[in-house]
Nanobody
Framework: QVHLVESGGGLVQPGGSLRLSCAAS????????MSWYRQFPGKERELVAT????????NYADSVKGRFTISRDNDKNMGYLQMNSLKPEDTAVYYCYAAVGLVRSWGQGTQVTVSS
């Protein structure tokens, strides 16, 4: 059973940094791409960043390019999202995502709040 657990969210001041982690289990993590999404209140989830199975290629939403970095450690079955220069408009619930065959799996989400 695919299981994803996010951690690392919290309250941070504008301009600050946070590192989100995603612990994966129940599947061969190293074989699949993974992504981070975020959801603003009352909105659909939006794609933030994606990384290929081997970590050699990444893609980012225009709104986070140059500020966020997605990475993974396949030996530890972990994914990460380093968020720098955070802005109040980055406030959202952040989700880890993986599509394993036909099964689309999400973590429970972690709240990130950027406020002074």
């Amino acid at each position: 059973q695919v299981h994803l657990v996010e951690s690392g969210g919290g309250l941070v001041q504008p301009g600050g940094s946070l590192r989100l982690s995603c612990a994966a289990s129940g599947f061969a993590f190293r074989r699949f791409p993974m992504s981070w999404y975020r959801q603003f209140p009352g909105k659909e989830r939006e794609l933030v960043a994606t990384i290929t199975s081997g970590g050699g290629s990444t893609n980012y939403a225009d709104s986070v390019k140059g500020r966020f970095t997605i990475s993974r450690d396949n030996d530890k079955n972990m994914g990460y999202l380093q968020m720098n220069s955070l802005k109040p408009e980055d406030t959202a619930v952040y989700y880890c995502y993986a599509a394993v065959g036909l099964v689309r799996s999400w973590g429970q989400g972690t709240q990130v709040t950027v406020s002074s």
